[in-house]
T-cell receptor
Framework: DAGVTQSPTHLIKTRGQQVTLRCSPK?????VSWYQQALGQGPQFIFQ???????QRGNFPDRFSGHQFPNYSSELNVNALLLGDSALYLC?????????????FGPGTRLLVL | AQSVAQPEDQVNVAEGNPLTVKCTYS??????LFWYVQYPNRGLQFLLK??????LVKGSYGFEAEFNKSQTSFHLKKPSALVSDSALYFC???????????FGSGTRLQVQP
């Protein structure tokens, strides 16, 4: 049973560049959530995708955008990168029909912005 | 708004002793509560959750948590700590109808041999 996978594992970018992170959900899951975890902090919710639409969004600027594909995989795009965007980006998948759905996390992508 | 507080940055315990990692929450309505563990350079691993029912919830690796509605707490416990339990522990809350998990700042558990 494949768990949540994310790519790449590490990424280095410079300020102003754009980045795309990818996530494949756990087998059987249809919902993907993205979180940002800055060093020494708990994860913060960016947004959630279900049925290829953004279902809820956290307090992040429009520079952060996403997409969900028909196979339920998802991308997180960040434009005009800032130094403060350096963080571990976590993807979590869940099953929408399970009302109290548990979110299962991938290993994350560590982004460093120089 | 929903929030989680983990009042201890670090908890130290000797191997074989019981451990408790504290968590309090604030949410409108009945909360969904979760504990996750994070090992170095890894993602979050689900330990257990409380949705409804018995206040004592049992989870993976011998961990359990007690839901206390009057004290708005959801403390993580284990009767006998192992050195391999040393990691970063996060408490999270989700309000019914909301999609986002709100996490605490984390508690580092150090189990000494």
């Amino acid at each position: 049973d494949a768990g949540v996978t994310q790519s790449p594992t590490h990424l280095i970018k410079t300020r102003g560049q754009q980045v795309t992170l990818r996530c494949s959900p756990k087998s059987g899951h249809d919902t993907v959530s993205w979180y940002q975890q800055a060093l020494g902090q708990g994860p913060q919710f960016i947004f959630q995708y279900y049925e290829e639409e953004e279902r809820q969004r956290g307090n992040f600027p429009d520079r952060f955008s996403g997409h969900q594909f028909p196979n339920y995989s998802s991308e997180l795009n960040v434009n005009a990168l800032l130094l403060g965007d350096s963080a571990l980006y976590l993807c979590a998948s869940s099953l929408a029909l399970a009302n109290q759905e548990t979110q299962y996390f991938g290993p994350g992508t560590r982004l460093l912005v120089l | 708004a929903q929030s989680v507080a983990q009042p201890e940055d670090q908890v130290n315990v000797a191997e074989g002793n019981p451990l408790t990692v504290k968590c309090t929450y604030s949410v409108s309505g009945n909360p969904y509560l979760f504990w996750y563990v994070q090992y170095p350079n890894r993602g979050l691993q689900f330990l257990l959750k409380y949705i409804t029912g018995d206040n004592l919830v049992k989870g993976s690796y011998g961990f359990e948590a007690e839901f206390n509605k009057s004290q708005t707490s959801f403390h993580l416990k284990k009767p006998s700590a192992l050195v391999s339990d040393s990691a970063l522990y996060f408490c999270a809350v989700r309000a019914p109808g909301r999609r986002a998990l709100t996490f605490g700042s984390g508690t580092r558990l150090q189990v000494q041999p």
